[in-house]
């Protein structure tokens, strides 16, 4: 077949075609206000063969002048119709969910409310294509539990970190929940270590600072064993009782930087996290990829949150799948599990140029709210003033001179 638009047709199953002819809409569109019945004014020039060599055909629209061509001036017509008469196509898909989005735009778009015991944090919205749904991402501190947050990118893992850290102590009472930092990574964690709901960063080299986290960790485990002995030996039931205790999270950034210098956290770590969260204490863990955990420690993280990756076969391994799958190349953007494994997009706090000005107003705000603070990460300090040693109760025969390095008791 040469003539252009033509097309053979295959009826049924059998080897039957038929040849067809596609209409054609490109041609010139000559407006007028009457229908008026074409007829075949051509006249065909043809060889001794039959074929037709040439043809010549008298135009009746040659007065009038052009409007287009026909397939625009019909489109132009139908959306015309379509907007006198307020009528518009359903979309078949939604849109893609943007790479910038806020916090504070999601807790309008969705309604979010506190939802106190269960504390949780708006950390973003996911898209689920198959159902043609999209909503929101919420880490329930209690309910989702010990967390791990894949991905090469240290900064991407930290704008998750800070936006679930900023979305809780925005509304959530230092008596709600504290929080621990242990940052080897970017240290930027020092810009919101005065919001007092943080009792404390630990950055690399402060040998000192990261035992006594991990000591206190431990006393608070036992402390707690103790005090939710009547109450079934859970955080939860003993909130819901009228009680008031804070939640603790201890972050972990860097994982792989932190456990290089830290050999012991593969025998301490199992045995913390194992039952940390029926106690009110919860780990959340960034690692550079899923083989940076050892598997007796990440068998006790439930909830992950994997964002780019090195490679795409990562994912199919850390949420057990038997397929592979690709994440969009977005920054910000990654896989998390909600009715099935589902890309998500992290919510930003603010925009970038506005971030620093912004920390310095919620860090002025929280503590002018807040008079209370989270109990500080004991550590020994440089100068030890005469009020951090005086007691009630002074004698001569123990007078008060110091503090001890190994247990940060009064040295008499």
Request: glycine share 6%; proline share 3%.
């Amino acid at each position: 077949m040469k003539q252009v638009g033509s097309f053979l047709l295959q009826v049924g199953n059998d080897e039957l075609y038929i040849k067809g002819q596609s209409a054609w809409s490109g041609a010139n569109y000559y407006p007028t206000d009457f229908v008026y019945k074409k007829y075949d004014k051509c006249v065909d020039f043809i060889n001794i063969s039959g074929d037709i060599i040439k043809s010549i055909q008298i135009d009746d629209n040659n007065t009038i002048k052009s409007s287009g061509d026909q397939f625009s001036n019909i489109l132009k017509s139908i959306i015309s119709v379509s907007n006198s008469l307020g009528k518009k196509a359903k979309k078949l898909w939604l849109d893609s969910i943007p790479s910038d989005i806020f916090v504070s735009n999601l807790e309008n778009k969705y309604g979010v409310s506190l939802t106190k015991p269960y504390i949780s944090s708006v950390i973003g919205e996911y898209d689920e294509p198959e159902n043609q749904k999209q909503g929101l991402v919420k880490y329930d501190f209690l309910r989702d539990g010990n967390t791990i947050i894949y991905g090469i990118d240290g900064s991407e893992r930290e704008k998750l970190l800070n936006t679930i850290i900023y979305s809780s102590v925005k509304d959530y009472d230092v008596s709600d929940i504290n929080y621990y930092i242990v940052d080897y990574g970017s240290e930027t964690f020092g810009n919101i270590s005065d919001i007092p709901h943080i009792g404390g960063v630990v950055f690399l080299g402060d040998e000192e600072k990261f035992n006594k986290l991990f000591k206190m960790i431990k006393e608070e485990i036992v402390s707690r064993k103790r005090l939710f002995a009547n109450y079934g030996g859970e955080y939860i039931n003993y909130i819901k009782s009228g009680n008031s205790i804070p939640l603790k999270v201890i972050i972990l950034n860097n994982y792989d930087s932190i456990y290089e210098n830290n050999k012991k956290l593969y025998d301490e770590l199992p045995e913390l996290v194992r039952d940390s969260v029926r106690y009110g204490i919860i780990f959340i863990i960034t690692a550079n990829s899923s083989g940076s955990i050892h598997t007796r420690i990440s068998q006790n993280f439930e909830n992950i949150y994997a964002l780019k990756l090195k490679d795409d076969i990562e994912y199919s391994s850390i949420f057990s799948l038997r397929n592979k799958i690709s994440l969009s190349d977005i920054y910000g953007r990654g896989f998390a599990r909600i009715n099935g494994i589902h890309e998500f997009q992290i919510a930003s706090i603010c925009t970038d140029e506005e971030y620093g000005i912004m920390i310095k107003k919620l860090i002025s705000y929280l503590n002018n709210k807040y008079k209370e603070k989270a109990k500080v990460i004991p550590t020994l300090p440089e100068r030890v003033k005469p009020s951090d040693v005086i007691l009630d109760n002074i004698h001569l025969d123990s007078v008060p001179i110091g503090i001890k390095r190994e247990n940060l008791e009064i040295c008499s």
